[in-house]
């Protein structure tokens, strides 16, 4: 079994460096969650947090336990993978949803549907 203390510095600074930024972004999209007014505003801050908080912590992942087995661990890339792709998808039909609702309802905040 290996031990943290066999992990070299700059991997050790590099992870801390990766972990801290992905966690700001987290907090910066959260806080954008609380800040914001509107559902379509306040959709839009989370979604760039996590997206770019979690790659960062991915990353992080991928070296740290790179380096600590000497080999490339590649799990975190279908995470990735996965979160790239579906949190925009999620974004979009939760926006499109609202928007639909506010339409229906005659809501003022939103623009009139397109004409054909």
């Not at 926006?95 to 939103?110: F, H, M, N, P, Q």
């Amino acid at each position: 079994m290996t031990h943290l203390a066999e992990i070299p510095a700059w991997a050790a600074v590099l992870t801390a460096v990766l972990l801290l930024t992905g966690a700001v972004l987290t907090l910066i999209g959260t806080v954008g969650l609380l800040r914001f007014d509107s559902f379509y505003q306040r959709v839009h801050a989370p979604t760039l947090g996590s997206t770019l908080g979690i790659g960062c912590i991915l990353l992080a992942s991928m070296l740290f336990f790179s380096v600590l087995e000497s080999r490339a661990i590649i799990h975190e890339l279908l995470i990735t993978a996965l979160m790239v792709v579906t949190t925009p998808i999620t974004l979009m039909l939760l926006a499109r949803a609202a928007l639909y609702r506010d339409r229906t309802e005659g809501s003022d905040e939103v623009p009139p549907p397109p004409s054909d």
